[in-house]
């Protein structure tokens, strides 16, 4: 097993990763699949991370682009002018928030960091969208969350397939790994990708095995949120999944996941605080 980093650098300040963080979830969209992680006007922008923050949050992440099965693309213009928008909106509001801002265009996350207060890029990509994506996060030295996905939310679902789902995402992000260090970029966090073209199987078997993504010895982000995963397991729907959520989360930390990326700050900051006790009980 690989030794993980205990801290990652944000813009010079350490931030301490002995104890899981939380990444509270907000889409600039209209067409999220959990209605309640919309917000598209800037008070309800600025109102939804004040409550995150309020609530705990290490973390605030601001897409603009559904990335839901099926979802289709829409225009850099319209993302840019969603993300950078709802990025100037929080920073402004919130200057001592760590923002991380949720694309796949190299622009997008340049702009949101250089300029509008961003300091984290979070590729659902994994860099495969935009050729630039590597050397952007090693240009400007932030963390960088690298994200896998079998295919594009337009077709994500449609037949994915793995001989070995753990062993095969850890060998693809190992191949990246390799390049973005030779990079030079030092602050790399990992995620899965739960339900990016994977299906319900594939999602169960990735989190009885999360503990496998140790050997890369990165940061590890798990972003089960009120996914389909648990709502369509339990025949429920998006807005009944919070308790399901719960759970997964708290499987995700018991195998070693360093940050939640949530919809629910308030219960993911609990379910951290129970799950440290448990692991240091005794110490």
Sequence with gaps: ??????????????????????????????????????????????????????????????????????????????????????????????????????????????????????????DISGGENDRLMFQTAARLQVPYIMMHMQGKPSNMQENPFYEDVTAEIIHWFGERIVKLQSMGVNDIIIDPGFGFGKNIGHNFELLKHLGDFSITGLPLLAGVSRKSVIWKTLGITPEEALNGTTVLNTVALLAGADILRVHDVKEAVQAVKLVYKLKNSGN
């Design 1 to 122: 097993m690989a030794s993980k980093p205990q801290y990652i650098n944000v813009k010079g300040n350490l931030i301490d990763l002995s104890v899981p963080r939380v990444m509270g979830i907000i889409n600039v969209t209209p067409d999220s699949f959990f209605s309640g992680s919309r917000a598209e006007t800037e008070v309800d922008i600025i109102s939804k991370a004040g409550k995150m923050l309020e609530e705990g949050a290490d973390f605030i992440d601001i897409g603009g682009w559904s990335s839901r099965p099926g979802a289709g693309e829409i225009t850099p213009e319209e993302e840019r002018k969603r993300v950078l928008n709802a990025v100037r909106a929080v920073s402004s509001e919130f200057p001592e928030a760590v923002i991380s801002v949720d694309t796949y265009r190299s622009d997008i996350a340049e702009r949101a960091i250089l300029e509008y207060g961003a300091s984290m890029i979070n």
